[in-house]
Structure formats: structure tokens, C-alpha cells
């Protein structure tokens, strides 16, 4: 009996001891914090979208549409990592933009970054109604222009003073218009609910929320690049270009279909753009004056016309936006090449080939340009060609001419009166 009384004592003596540990690892805080982390919905996470390039309808579509569609059960936050330079839609859309962002249903926030990026523009003012802006080294905020919600950002544009000019990481976290974030980690980290883990002995920092990455859809993206002015202007000329090559040639071929498909593209670039109708006029007049000398292979009158007319439209084209010098040369000097040298030989060597059939313009009728001695340009049936003359006497310019060959890419020539008689006529009167 006595035993068992013992036994029992020490029994409820090993249950009151496990009972207290337990009851002091419930209570300790390391314990609390693993109540608390599990407590929460692990579902929870931060979503991410890059906009980046101009303000244009599809963009805007695709940050309304984010905003509409994020679930505030799974959503810490919506996080727009931006890099605009500009915008090209109307106020209104921007103002309904800058309603769907106060009206939120998760705390939106706007990340100027990586290093190098800018923010200009309408996008400062809806970064402003977000309430939380990050910089990242090397970027740059500001250049808002002319204020789209004045009721609410005209004081602030004043005392900031960026409306007319940009401010650099140091300038923009001094005047507390955002927080510096050199990384997006950092910036996701001033995020409320946004849980971290430091590890002690690397001192790396290391995220326990989730962060998920939205981006366009390939067709949205694509038609958001062929948007952008350099994409525009250089497809527009492409397309140009490759509709008079095709003009110049027998058939309706690759070049045809795909200079029709550049040019719409371009047109469509340009009706989303700030177009200058002026500019587009001079290019499409620049490419009317090089189609005249296409043929020749020497630069002439017409294809100083069409460079000036060129460089001028390309400088015309857009309102409010400027193409870079790399963009422009680029384009100035392939179209001038391109259009006064590669092209002829092209459509030369097209029209040389047996398919074609060359022979009807053996005994043709044309007039020299040019005085031929030996070489010059001719031409017959209203096309230009170079020429030789196979006779010693010098052909003078205005003066008629019969092709009597066809030698490689050039015509060879004889004036009509005052040429010796070709072997192959003499032959063929004996005969």
C-alpha cells in the first residue's frame, strides 16, 4: 500500500514538471512569434508589375486591369515597378487611372527602378496618390508638367518644384518625395505586413511573403513595343521602302506583303502617338522623290530632294516627343543608302534575269540624259538605264538612241543617224 502511495506521488510529480515546461514553451516569445506567423493566412503575397516604355493605351489597360483583378484575401500589396518616360493618352484616362489607384483595395506602391530608370510625367502624379514611392540609386523622378490633378498635387508640384525639372536619388529622398530602395527587396521590405528573416551568422536578409511577378501578355507587349517612337518611325520607313521596291518589280512578292505589314504597323504607332501630319507628309514625299531616280544608280536632283525631305520629317515627326540621334542616323542613313544604291542593283538584277525576258528592248527607241562617251544614263520606254555606246562616236545628251544590246546590267547604245552598220545587219542583209 505504501508503494503505491509513492508511486502515485511520483507519478502527479513527472505529469506537474511536464506540465510547467510546457506551459513555459507556450508562453516564450519565440513561441508567440511561431503562434502569431502561423495564425496568418500563408497565402498572403506581394504582387509585382514592370511598366515601363510610355504611357499608352495598352499599358494603362493593363495596370486598370491588375487593379481590378487583385484579390485583397491573397494581397499584401501592389507593388508597379516603373520606368516612364512620358505619356501619350488623354486626361481622362489618366484621371480614371488615378481613381481606380485611391480606391484600391490593397495599399498600392510605385518603385522607380532598377538604377538608371526615370519617372516623368503623369505616372508622378499617380505615384503620389499611391502614398508610397521608392528611388533606387542612379534614377531619376520628376518633369511632371502641366499638373492633371490640380486640387491635389498643385501645392505639393510647388513646393517640390518638379514641375519643369527631374530630381536624382539624393535630391528626391532629401525632400522626402520617396524612400530610398536601391533593390526591389528593399522596397518590398518598407512594405506593412511584409515578413523577413535575418540570418545571423551571413547577415543576409531573406523574405518569408511571397513576391509574384505580373507581366503583359505576348500580344499586348508586342503591340505596346510597335507603340514606342523608335519602333514606329523605323517601321514606317521600312514599309516605305519596301512598297517602292515592289513597285519596280514583276508580281506581287515578300517584299509587297511585308512592307504592307510594316506600314500598318507603323501607321499604327503613329495614330497612338503625338504624330505631326506635317512629318508624315515629308516622309511619304521623301519616298516619292527617291521612286524617281530608283532606276538611275546615281544620285541626281531627286534624291537630294527625297534626303532633305528625310531629315526634315524625321525631325518633324512626333509632338512633344524626340526620337534619339542613334534612331535617327539609323534610319536617315539605311533609308538614303538603301533607296540611292542597294535598291537599283536589286531591281536590276531582278529585271536582268531570264524570267523576266529582256530581249523586247533590243531595237527600242529611248534619249540620252547625258552626254555617253563612253558611259551615261539613257531612257527608254520611261525607264532609266545606264548605257555604253558601241560605236567610237560620243552620243550627245537629248540626242535619240536605239538599245542594240543588252550587256549585263547596262544597255549598250547607238545614235540613230551617223553609225557605222553592225556586223549583225550586214550579215543579215546578204542573207
Known amino acids: 500500500m505504501t508503494n503505491i502511495k509513492a508511486s502515485k506521488r511520483l507519478f502527479l510529480s513527472a505529469l506537474f514538471l511536464i506540465s510547467s515546461v510546457s506551459a513555459l514553451n507556450f508562453f516564450s ?31 494603362v489597360r493593363m495596370m486598370e486591369e491588375t487593379l ?18 512620358g505619356s501619350v493618352i488623354e486626361d481622362s484616362s489618366v484621371v480614371a487611372l488615378g481613381n481606380a489607384i485611391s480606391s484600391s483595395r490593397v495599399p498600392v506602391s510605385f518603385w522607380v527602378g532598377p538604377s538608371g530608370a526615370r519617372a516623368k510625367g503623369p505616372i508622378v502624379e499617380l505615384a503620389f496618390i499611391s502614398g508610397d514611392i521608392g528611388i533606387s540609386p542612379g534614377s531619376k523622378i520628376g518633369k511632371i508638367g502641366k499638373s492633371i490633378f490640380p486640387s491635389t498635387n498643385s501645392e505639393l508640384h510647388k513646393k517640390l518644384q ?25 522596397h518590398l521590405v518598407g512594405l506593412e505586413g511584409f515578413e523577413v528573416i535575418s540570418d545571423v551568422e551571413s547577415g543576409e536578409i531573406k523574405p518569408l511573403t511571397q513576391t509574384r511577378f505580373e507581366e503583359m501578355n505576348p500580344p499586348d507587349q508586342f503591340f505596346h513595343s ?51 501630319p506635317w512629318g508624315i507628309a515629308l516622309l511619304i514625299f521623301s519616298m516619292l522623290s527617291f521612286a524617281v531616280d530608283v532606276q538611275t544608280g546615281v544620285p541626281r536632283f531627286w534624291s537630294a530632294v527625297a534626303t532633305i525631305s528625310l ?15 542613334l534612331t ?6 539605311l533609308t ?76 549598250d547604245v547607238e545614235p540613230l543617224e551617223g553609225a557605222a552598220r553592225d556586223y549583225r545587219e550586214r550579215k543579215g542583209s546578204k542573207g
Open 162 to 186: 518638379i514641375d519643369e525639372k527631374t530630381l536624382n536619388y539624393e535630391e528626391a529622398i532629401e525632400k522626402g518625395i520617396a524612400r530610398s530602395s536601391p533593390v526591389l527587396l528593399e
Open 336 to 411: 538614303v543608302i538603301c533607296m540611292s544604291a542597294g535598291m537599283p542593283a536589286m531591281i536590276r538584277t531582278r529585271f536582268a534575269t531570264p524570267t523576266i525576258g529582256r530581249e523586247w528592248i533590243i531595237g527600242e527607241l529611248g534619249m540620252a540624259l547625258e552626254e555617253i562617251n563612253p558611259n551615261g544614263t539613257v531612257e527608254v520606254k520611261g525607264a532609266i538605264w545606264k548605257a555604253q555606246t558601241n560605236r567610237a562616236t560620243p552620243i550627245k545628251a537629248n540626242e535619240e538612241i536605239r538599245v542594240a544590246a543588252v550587256e549585263g546590267f547596262q544597255l
Open 328 to 333: 535617327l542616323l539609323f534610319g536617315i542613313l
Open 311 to 325: 531629315i526634315v520629317g524625321s525631325f518633324l515627326l512626333f509632338d512633344g516627343l524626340s526620337l534619339s540621334w
Open 226 to 276: 510597335v507603340g514606342s517612337p523608335a519602333i514606329s518611325y523605323l517601321l514606317f520607313l521600312a514599309g516605305m521602302g519596301l512598297l517602292v521596291f515592289e513597285l519596280y518589280t514583276a508580281g506581287v512578292g515578300i517584299a509587297g506583303v511585308l512592307g504592307s505589314l510594316c506600314l500598318l504597323l507603323g501607321f499604327y504607332g503613329l495614330a497612338v502617338l503625338p504624330s505631326n
Open 29 to 59: 516569445p519565440v513561441a508567440l512569434a511561431q503562434s502569431t506567423a502561423n495564425s496568418k493566412d500563408p497565402g498572403r503575397d506581394v504582387v509585382v508589375v514592370e511598366a515601363s516604355g510610355l504611357m499608352d493605351p495598352v499599358l
Open 68 to 85: 481590378m483583378e487583385v484579390d485583397p484575401a491573397k494581397t499584401i500589396a501592389l507593388v508597379f515597378q516603373i520606368n516612364i518616360t
